[in-house]
């Protein structure tokens, strides 16, 4: 196939983003060539703050050197603007001379500064502050010279002060309003940072505005319009940015405030040509974070890679940033109207301000100083819509109060050691993740779980590597987006997929891939897992289980060793054991020469050192015995721990062990996004540790108290009420309606407790308790999908299923 031509004009963060997203779907497509005005690689112009506080170099914040174009076959014109754009030729002219034909041309020329048209605005040493020559001119400036003057109390003014006040300059700050930075603080956060940097040497001039700027060739002071002079060696215009639209409009290209773009990215004035990042005006909307620039990069590699199916819909953006080691947080209306609530929090000796506003019990903004770890789960709240009236009471004190063990504020991910462990799943310590999002320049947390496996797993430290990932790079974060696709595979959502196929009645995998027009003939391993066991309960009696797309536990239905053996433990209903069974084991053990037992925290017998091949005789006598698989390797239902209760202990209320049984009966066997553990405790003491289960049964004199979404582990979440039940049957209807929702709501992988946070407790409530019908319509299903998930798969491999799965391969010399 003859490969198109594709010219990329800008060589900054969007345009580059789309190339690198481009090349992973479609890397033979086309001939790429890219034009720069600036000459230097493709840097991180956010990061342009710590390099002029000398913080940073020039080098460290290359997100891709020179070798990346040439190993990427792309021609990189650097230092060559594009004076015009020939749509009838399909051709850009640069200033040099140089021409370059295209097919398909992306427009990413950013925005410029705003600059003010003051009289003696043309002097030297007045500037904006965009770019690498900015910061140069800055630095030699701060070398010669003592007074700096910046006008614009915004983000980028306060940054560019406190770099030159880093380096030794007498910094004024003048601001036309009477609060800085009014677009991301309220009053009161924005009063706490002005009397911080104030106290830092910063000086401020605020309602103050500038008439003039005087001097010969150079400028030497300011005069306001109230008739005061300040000197000045240096004038910074910080006073906003505009889309650099100013290419587009010459050729023709349909401009409001920036160029205007369909939802696909193209320009709705020429199909062939895309527009990409600040140049960009999307449904009246031209954006300036990182994160909206990336989704829209994202969507216009995938139709320039043919694929045809992405849609820009706008992005809910949010602000965090640091300013002289001050962390500052905000998103959404902060403000509030008279249909919002606002709860807060103010300790000015501590520097903690926190402003959380609620409009029907969902989060319609936020604004953080001083302590903003929970900014990230804010956000994900408030795009979530999420409910939170049932955590209202402590919002404020953010999400570790949720359930984490860690109350103590040195727990915070913040100001954890390097060799604190993160992800306990693969031993990721918050030193690795903070090196490889340094090193790696990593942006989002699909990056950080590809390069460092942090949160790749069990996924319950999720929200710990995203308040890591947004306190390591700031205002670079780009939090992870709320239409996340399944996978690579498709850009299609989990909850996308799994109403397609109840809506389209889909009920293979293949018929999944060819509706959703899947990017990949046969998927991956994470849609084929995740696409199988959606199947899997929407149509349990109907849909065959692919073993071949479950992990390798679950193939060989025990744990995998570091060895390479097996363990083997056999399931024992509410951790009640004969002496017949115990005996049973014990002969197992000896006959199969089983190295190590150990009586698991989930009241169980483990086996450890287990051949493959030895497995299906094991279970075969196991199964002559009375055991079936404990499903301890498993995405489903694994153990029902249990305390005496009130047969033996003279606290217990209920036969807690009765009942343990019974609920283990119910729900053995059943398949589960992720793993799944019951406990009942017969009294209010919890023996049993109830209160850390996906469901947890706490015993009183009056019934029973239900409580779920619990987790032990690395990240402990304790669980939450649902509500108080009077008999053992209904402890019965409302576990097994309980985890019919869970298991047709939440994400593959998913565990009750993340789970619970990012739909909402009354999302669970309503279903399970606010409507009866509803309740018993969702425990009949889950009566329906127990019938053909209740064969025990050790006894139908002991008689010989699969065989083949655990025949030694022989090589032949």
Known sequence: MQKENLVLIGNGMAGVRTLEELLKLAPDHYNITVFGEEPYGNYNRIMLSPVLASEKTI???????????????????????????????????????????YDRLIIATGSVPFMLPLPGADKAGVIGFRDIKDVDTMLDTASQYQHAVVIGGGLLGLEA???????????????????????????????????????????????????EILGQERVTAVRFKNGTEIPADLVVMAVGIKPNTELGKSAGLYCERGIVVSDTMQTITDPKIYAIGECVQHRGIAYGLVAPLFEQAKVAANHL???????????????????????????????????????????????????????????????????????SWYFQLMKDGTDVSAFRDTLLFGQHHLGDSGHNPDTRVASLPDNAEICGCNGVCKGDIVKAITEKKLFTLDEVRAHTKASASCGSCTGLVESLLAHTVGGDYSATPKTKPLCKCTDYTHDDIRHGIIQHSLKTMPAVREHFEWKTPDGCPSCRNALNYYLLCAYPTEYVDDAQSRYINERA?????????????????????????LRAIADVADKYQVPTMKVTGGQRIDMFGIKKEQLPAMWKDLSAAGFVSGHAYGKAMRTVKTCVGSEWCRFGTQDSTGLGVKLEELTWGSWMPH??????????????????????????????????????GIKVRVTDLLCKVATEEEVLEYTGAFCQFYREDAHY?????????????????????????????????????????????????????????????????
């Not at 570091?562 to 056999?570: A, I, L, N, Q, R």
């Open 59 to 101: 080098e460290q914040i290359m997100l891709n050197g020179e070798q990346w174009y040439i190993d990427n076959g792309i021609t990189l014109h650097k230092g060559k603007k594009v004076e015009q754009i020939n749509r009838a030729r399909r051709e850009v002219i640069a200033t040099d001379g140089t021409v370059a034909h």
């Open 161 to 211: 002060a406190n770099g030159l006040m880093k380096q030794g300059m007498n910094v004024t700050v003048v601001h036309l309003l009477d609060t800085l930075m009014e677009r991301q603080l309220d009053k009161p956060a924005a009063a706490m940072l002005q009397k911080s940097l104030a106290e830092r040497g910063m000086t401020f001039l605020m309602e103050h505005s500038t008439a």
């Open 305 to 375: 890679a043919k694929h045809g199916i992405a849609r820009y819909v706008g992005t809910v953006t949010s602000t965090k940033l640091k300013v002289t080691g001050i962390e500052l947080f905000s998103a959404g209306d902060f403000i509030g109207n008279d249909k919002t609530e606002d709860i807060v929090f103010k300790d000015a000796a501590s520097g903690t301000y926190k402003k959380i506003v609620l409009q029907d019990n969902q989060v319609k903004g936020a604004v953080l100083y001083g302590d903003t770890v929970d900014g």
């Open 557 to 581: 239905h025990g744990n995998i060793q570091k060895d390479g053996s097996y363990s083997v433990v056999p399931r024992m209903f509410g951790g009640m054991c004969t002496s017949d069974q």
């Open 675 to 712: 793993k799944f553990k019951l406990a009942v405790s017969g009294c209010p003491r919890n023996c049993a540790e109830a209160t850390i289960k996906d469901i947890g049964v706490v015993c009183v004199d009056s019934g029973y108290e239900l409580h779920i979404g619990g987790n032990g």
């Open 749 to 813: 992988l998913e565990r009750t407790a993340p789970w619970i946070e990012r739909v909402g407790l009354e999302k669970v409530k309503t279903a399970i308790l606010g409507d009866a019908a509803n309740r018993k319509a969702l425990y009949e299903r889950f009566l329906i999908s127990q019938q053909p998930a209740q064969i025990d798969p050790w006894k139908a491999r002991a008689d010989g299923a699969e065989a083949a799965e655990f025949t030694p391969i022989m090589i032949e010399a």
